[in-house]
């Protein structure tokens, strides 16, 4: 560790530790997975016969099979390769330090194809169904046969939690290229913009639009469940039938999140309200805020962009009910790329205004 960390304390050697092991684990076992896929091995994600809806769906139905099964093994061998010169690499000048900064930004290049691009809206759907499929199963009106997480959606959350650790990796690499803290990331800078009062004020702005696009999303699909057409035609309500009723679930999923977006600029997101049994009244710790928002921004993005892929393509009637006609079915989901970015500035936000005097660094 000491070739890799400035001073090592026990705090940062964790920190490193806790990202640069499970990213560089999955790197070793999809290396080992897409080469076994590629050579015709079962559970090869990309292959229809595993995942029905591949094609329609995810980048990887772009390639033939033993394509994505290269491209899994490629991604997997490039994550090993920056493991290791991560390791080995010395900030600084001259063409070390480049290397080293390159190896920085690949990192987390390597997290945003993990997190944003490869998985599709099928994980933010098993994320929302699965309390609700829950809640059905304790009634006994669950639908027979339901799977919520199949093994598709299992590999898009592997790839999601790699691709999370890839960009922590990437961070920690960044702040010691550029001579920051390891733990709080402030560099001295006076002023910035990354101040607890300058944050406090874009930060209310990342709130409000990460506020106002799951609530517009939650109140077209309230009004179909209530049968008003609000953006469609009466026909696509009549055939979407009882189906108007999983859409008013994740509506609600998604009004609790906006509820749990405000506390990042509220008083009760920084101290547990005094009604909540044993932690009432207690500092919310910052993670319980930053980490789930994080996570939930990476896969609004990643079913974003899919939304918005498909339907320049002209193909979301093919695959959703809804034609351009229906412009409730398909636009809101056109702002959720806009909702992911809201939601991570705003955690940001959060963490700058949070984060107290560094004991390592003594700033703040």
Do not use: H, K
């Not at 033993?66 to 900030?91: I, Q, S």
């Not at 469940?225 to 009466?234: E, K, M, N, T, Y």
């Not at 979407?240 to 679930?249: D, E």
């Not at 008083?267 to 009604?275: D, I, L, M, T």
């Amino acid at each position: 560790m000491s070739v890799l960390l400035e001073q090592p304390t026990r705090v940062t050697a964790t920190r490193w530790w806790l990202v640069l092991v499970p990213a560089a684990t999955w790197s070793l076992a999809y290396l080992g997975l897409g080469l076994a896929w590629s050579l015709g091995a079962g559970g090869n994600p990309a292959d229809p016969a595993v995942d029905p809806a591949v094609r329609e769906l995810s980048l990887l139905g772009l390639l033939t099979p033993a394509g994505g099964a290269a491209l899994l093994a490629g991604l997997g061998a490039l994550g090993v390769l920056l493991t290791a010169a991560l390791l080995l690499g010395r900030p600084g000048g001259g063409r070390a330090g480049w290397a080293y900064r390159a190896a920085a930004a690949l990192a987390g290049a390597l997290g945003v194809v993990l997190v944003v691009l490869l998985p599709d809206y099928r994980l933010l759907a098993a994320v929302g169904y699965t309390p609700i499929v829950g809640v059905l199963r304790l009634v006994g009106a669950a639908p027979a046969g339901v799977q919520v997480w199949p093994w598709p959606v299992v590999n898009m959350v592997l790839l999601s939690t790699a691709g999370l650790a890839w960009q922590a990796v990437a961070v920690l690499a960044a702040r010691r290229a550029a001579g920051a803290c390891q733990v709080c990331g402030r560099d001295g800078a006076a002023g910035s913009w990354r101040s607890p009062e300058r944050a406090a004020r874009w930060g209310r702005w990342a709130v409000a639009v990460a506020v106002a696009v799951p609530v517009g999303y939650a109140v077209t699909r309230f009004a179909w469940a209530l049968g008003v057409p609000l953006g469609v035609s009466q026909e696509l309500l009549d055939e979407l039938g009882s189906g108007v009723w999983a859409g008013a679930g994740l509506a609600a999923m998604a009004v609790g999140g906006a509820v749990l977006t405000l506390g990042l600029v509220q008083r009760w997101g920084e101290f547990f309200p005094r009604w909540m049994p044993r932690v009432g009244g207690r500092r919310v710790p910052v993670a319980l805020a930053v980490v789930p928002a994080l996570a939930v921004s990476g896969v609004v993005a990643s079913a974003g962009l899919m939304f918005v892929r498909v339907t320049a393509a002209g193909e979301f009637a093919a695959q959703f009910p809804g034609d351009g006609g229906n412009v409730a079915a398909w636009l809101p989901e056109l702002f959720w790329p806009l909702w992911a970015v809201a939601l991570a500035v705003a955690a940001y936000a959060y963490w700058l205004r949070r984060r107290t005097a560094c004991r390592r660094c003594g700033r703040g």
